[in-house]
């Protein structure tokens, strides 16, 4: 958009600009729409960030408690099993600990 906004402001055809950039975008809407499992939808850069970023020791973990509110946590230690699943060792800054395994630790707000 900012590229195109640049492109329209000079002393060309700026409808034939306009046109071939909106061509772009309803051809890249019509190609979303055609990949089954996305159903025509972004994904969240938030949910694509979280599901690449590979967690280590000393990653930061936020988390809220029920009736106790949000905690800070790090990952203390990673264990994995002879079946191949990684177990991630959380410490939180009260000194409780829990032990978590991928898809639990990525539902919460990772920091570095």
Known sequence: MLKTTYELEGDRLEIVLAFRR????????????????NRGLLPNV???????????????????????????????SI???DTGKWWYQIEYGDGDRET????????FDLTC
């Open 46 to 76: 938030d949910v694509v960030i979280r599901m690449s970023l590979e967690p280590t020791v000393g990653l930061a973990i936020k988390k809220e408690f029920a009736g106790h509110g949000v905690f800070l946590g790090k990952i203390m």
């Open 100 to 107: 978590m395994d991928i898809e639990e630790l990525r539902a």
């Open 22 to 37: 909106i061509e772009t975008l309803r051809a890249y809407g019509r190609q979303l729409l055609s990949v089954s499992e």
């Open 79 to 81: 264990d994995k099993e």
